[in-house]
């Protein structure tokens, strides 16, 4: 680990020391690079609008704006998203990016890095605000990152398709991942606007940091992606009276002077159009989520994995004894990873549960691992699976380690700042009953008092963090890490950390040191897949997107009907094998169960995990889930291909529901449909994407029955399913050589 610590320290050196000369060159001389020229004409490259490329003429592009697609306040100024008088701007062309700096004669500069994506109609930028005179600048204050404006064209009928984020529901219909699909611009000239936003610290802790803005009557959109692992704010609104469509984004509460040499970063935007229905642009961004941002798992694009994990049904109650059983069992499924959740380390008990013992990372836990954890380990690859592991790294609690032996490393709320933190939030933005955050509560006294944030913004931290994942990957040979955030609200801690006139500095000081620690450790092991996770699905954002190859949805996968649901609205916005979800049985008040074909079924549109006491499991359940896991290797290549939806998402459970993938370049596909309720035994399901001119062959993996449809009829007059209540059906197709 000495190596990676002076590499650190060299690094951190060379940028203060580049920070303390910036703070000496003049304003004109910001950024100067070996590699292209700067273009030093008044008005040089100043639009988003010239950088995104189209294929041909569209409505949306048409009508923006010629803007640089950002505003501020400064000072007592709103500059933007006109170019402000009197800025100068300096553009170079870096080969896979442009960048653009805007500067005022005070210091400030602010360095705009577009890339475009001709294939998808679409760029992605983002901002780096800097201080390049020697002294403190005035005030920042509602840094919209994005701030763009489209003129009357697209005006008339507007609407926002976006979705719920990953909260903590189990009731159905739940509010995660649902669609929903806002009118703004009516037939009738009245304004509206519509606000998307997150609720504390984690992105997608209540919205998804996704969305489409829709004109149907010119069958046209754009799609938006919002890439900041921390809180956000977009809004969309229509305004009759200029008439200007306008959306904008920003990261809340920003108030803060930059120091002489001092930069900030901003969130990521991706911004595309499309013609046609929601899928066409539905599926253009899942195309380029796939192609430009999900991480290669060594050297290659990665399938979804097939992950046995132990926290659902087993929790921290688990001894080295029991994990071996239960490693046998997922062998024999036909599970690939092994994935050893909460609790392998100390301090865990039967109050607080694995929370107690999070920031002891250094200790793992003797009592439970006799043989140690490398043992273990050793014996889940010795039956042909992956070893995973769980961490929770931004978190620690009173006692632990972590805080005893780095008191400075770890931020706590004192009595008044939690008092008036529970009073300004209440129990919506907690997620949690009222009554817990009440004093003298189990949930009050054990959990907000004791836990800790980890501060990321800490070079140290960063370098200490690195070291210890590090050293796990490599000693433990681990090939799957789930990376946790279980702390509810980080906002306190941050607001805790600013100093007067830096408000929001701490909040982007630790999401920038976090993505450093993960694109540093991924680097370092390219063949370990790692997934997100914030107590759920509460971290989906386009940042995350570029840095895991897997998200764990919600902590309330115990149902396959939500199951179906979450996986329904999230695949309109990322691929299916980000969204990864656990089949748990028994529950813990199960003492009897079933396992219908439908339930395993449900999780086939994501990244397939199962849990449980998979050794109480009967012997005949255990075949049917192989056979289940044996079709879904067939199935899962489609995920990252076109999706359709092929009803609404359902409300209730009367509903059938049905969805498609299809990959173009294979021309062929799978499709599941489900009965619930329904008094329909039988339903027509239209497909998409075929090609006309072709006959498929339809093929059902369990049964083995085939037969041929033309394309015509199967887009035109539906693939029929006849199915009994409370099943599903899977069907593959591929084009039809000949008969079989």
Not at 97 to 117: K, N
Not at 373 to 390: E, I, M
Not at 449 to 478: A, C, H, T
Not at 648 to 668: C, G, I, K, L, Y
């Amino acid at each position: 680990m000495n190596g990676i610590i002076n590499h650190g320290k060299r690094l951190r050196h060379r940028t203060l020391w580049s920070f303390s000369l910036l703070a000496f060159l003049p304003w004109f001389q910001l950024l100067p690079s070996a590699q292209g020229a700067w273009l030093q004409t008044a008005d040089a490259g100043t639009s988003l609008k010239s950088y995104w490329p189209v294929q041909s003429p569209h409505v949306f592009h048409g009508a923006l704006r010629q803007d640089m697609g950002f505003s501020l306040t400064y000072g007592d100024k709103t500059l933007g998203p006109e170019v402000p008088a009197g800025w100068q701007v300096s553009t170079r062309n870096g080969g896979e990016f442009v960048e653009t700096v805007f500067r005022d004669r005070t210091g400030l500069a602010i360095v705009r890095e577009v890339r475009s994506y001709p294939e998808a109609e679409a760029i992605e930028y983002t901002l780096r605000i800097r201080n390049a005179s020697t002294s403190i600048l005035p005030s920042l204050r509602g840094i919209k990152c994005l701030d763009v404006r489209f003129g009357e064209a697209v005006l008339p009928g507007i609407s926002v398709l976006s979705s719920g984020g990953g909260l903590d529901q189990s009731v159905y219909p739940p509010d995660n991942f649902a669609l929903r699909r806002q009118w703004i611009g009516s037939k009738t000239p009245v304004n509206g606007h519509l606000v998307l936003t997150t609720i504390g610290n984690r992105s997608s802790n209540y919205n998804l940091p996704f969305y489409f803005v829709e004109n149907a009557g010119k069958q046209a959109g754009l799609f938006v992606g919002i890439g900041w692992t921390g809180p956000w704010t977009s809004r969309i609104g229509v305004d009759f009276a200029t008439k200007l469509l306008r959306l904008t984004a920003e990261v809340p509460d920003i108030d803060l002077q930059l120091q002489p040499g001092e930069e900030i970063s901003s969130p990521r935007i991706l911004i595309g159009c499309y013609r046609g229905p929601l899928s066409s642009g539905s599926n253009r961004l899942r195309r380029l989520i796939r192609e430009r941002y999900t991480p290669a798992l060594g050297g290659r694009k990665p399938e979804a994995p097939l992950t046995y994990d132990t926290f659902f049904g087993v929790g921290h109650k688990f001894d080295e004894q029991l994990l071996r059983k239960l490693a046998d069992k997922a062998a024999e499924i036909g599970e690939e990873n092994f994935l050893l959740d909460a609790g392998w380390y100390t301090g865990t008990n039967d109050v607080d549960g694995f929370t107690a013992g999070i920031g002891n990372w250094e200790e793992v836990d003797r009592a439970k691992f006799p043989s140690g954890l490398k043992a273990f380990a050793d014996y889940v690859r010795s039956k042909g699976l992956k070893f995973g592991l769980w961490f929770d790294p931004e978190s620690a609690v009173k006692g632990s380690l972590l805080a005893k032996q780095h008191p400075d490393w770890v931020i706590f709320l004192t009595e008044d700042q939690l008092q008036h933190w529970l009073g300004a939030v209440g129990d919506i933005q907690l997620q949690i009953p009222f009554s817990w955050a009440e004093p003298g509560s189990v949930f009050f006294e054990r959990y907000l008092r004791n836990y800790g944030l980890v501060d990321f913004s800490r070079p140290d931290v960063q370098q200490w963090m690195e070291s210890l994942l590090d050293r796990y990957i490599r000693e433990m040979d681990i090939r799957y890490v789930r990376l946790d955030f279980t702390l509810i609200d980080a906002l306190p801690y941050w607001a805790l950390k600013d100093a007067p006139g830096r408000r929001g500095l701490s909040q982007i000081r630790h999401i920038e040191g976090f993505n450093r620690v993960l694109d540093w450790v991924r680097k370092r092991h390219p063949e370990t897949v790692f997934e997100g996770c914030a107590g759920g699905g509460r971290r989906i954002d386009l940042e995350t997107a570029r840095r895991f190859h897997v998200y764990w949805t919600s902590d309330h996968t115990e149902s396959p009907d939500l199951v179906r649901f979450h996986l329904h609205g999230l695949n309109h916005f990322v691929p299916g094998s980000y969204a990864y979800a656990c089949y748990t049985l028994p529950l813990a008040h199960q003492e009897q169960f079933a396992w219908p074909d439908i339930d395993f079924q449900s999780f086939f549109a994501g990244s397939f995990g199962i849990s449980g006491r998979v050794d109480e499991w009967p012997q005949a359940m255990r075949d049917r889930a192989r056979k289940h896991v044996d079709v879904y290797r067939k199935l899962r290549r489609f995920l990252t291909e076109d999706y359709y939806a092929l009803t609404p998402q359902p409300r209730d459970f009367v509903s059938w529901q049905a969805w498609q993938f299809h990959s173009t370049r294979e021309d062929a596909g799978f499709v599941q449909a489900f009965r619930l309720e329904s008094p329909h035994s039988s339903m027509k399901f239209n497909l998409q994407g075929l090609n006309p001119a072709t006959t498929y062959r339809f093929y059902d993996p369990y049964s083995g029955e085939t037969w041929q449809m033309s394309a015509a009829k199967a887009l035109s007059d539906g693939v029929p399913v006849d199915i009994p209540p409370q099943s599903s059906k899977v069907l593959m197709y591929e084009p039809a050589v000949g008969p079989k």
